[in-house]
């Protein structure tokens, strides 16, 4: 497919588990962003990479928060030990020009994280 | 720091009657700002944009959008409202330095027969 993708679309997890949230940028997409939308909210930014670089994170809610993104194309979002205060929908968008640039944003369907 | 007021959570309108979605910005900088539309267990889908240039702008759907630099507003209309408009809006500011995008807390709009 064209677009983003990300899986899986639902993950359900025990309080303290460990999850992995994957995204699939538009092929030669240069920026990637991962959001955290929770119930009722707009998205809020969590970290922002350019090829395999993460320029900035600084939207990480706590240190159990990880992305990579190793090769500048797929992307890991990595939750440890996941908290109630976590469940959300968690939305990956990428865009084909690097930061400061107008380019589009093109977002996936988002990965629904429900702790338990 | 930037951010992004959306005034009312829920707008009702009928099919055929004018929408109005209300959106306040602040920025320390020339923002750039987008509205974004929100269909059920979907991404989001870009409507429209603006960064420079003309005040006015049309986007996808017969929507459109004014930014008031005086007013730091980008209101999104469309004439004539359609069942399939019915979803959730956010509008969204980003700086010129980065791309990173601050959300507001979105509008639902509804559309009635």
């Known amino acids: 497919g064209a677009g983003v993708s990300q899986s899986p679309r639902y993950k359900v997890a025990k309080r303290g588990q460990d999850v992995a949230l994957r995204c699939d940028p538009i092929s030669g997409h240069v920026s990637l962003f991962w959001y955290q939308q929770a119930l009722g909210q707009g998205p809020e930014f969590l970290t922002y990479f350019q090829n395999e670089a993460q320029l900035d994170k600084s939207g990480l809610p706590s240190d159990r928060f990880f992305a990579e993104r190793p090769e500048g194309s797929v992307s890991t979002l990595k939750i440890q030990r996941t908290q109630q205060e976590d469940s959300a929908v968690y939305l990956c968008a990428s865009s084909l020009g690097a930061s400061g640039s107008s380019d589009e944003q093109f977002f996936g369907p988002g990965t629904r994280l429900t702790v338990l | 720091a930037q951010s992004v007021t959306q005034l009312g959570s829920h707008v009702s309108v009928s099919e055929g009657a004018l929408v109005l979605l209300r959106c306040n910005y602040s920025?320390?900088?020339?923002?750039?700002l987008f509205w974004y539309v929100q269909y059920p267990n979907q991404g989001l889908q870009l409507l429209l944009k603006?960064?420079?240039?003309?005040?006015l702008v049309k986007g996808i759907n017969g929507f459109e959008a004014e930014f008031k630099k005086s007013e730091t507003s980008f209101h999104l209309t469309k004439p004539s409202a359609h069942m399939s408009d019915a979803a959730e809006y956010f509008c969204a500011v980003s700086d010129q330095a980065y791309s990173t995008l601050t959300f507001g807390k979105g509008t639902m709009l509804l559309v009635s027969p």
């Open positions: 920025s320390s900088v020339p923002p750039y």
């Open positions: 603006y960064t420079t240039g003309a005040t």
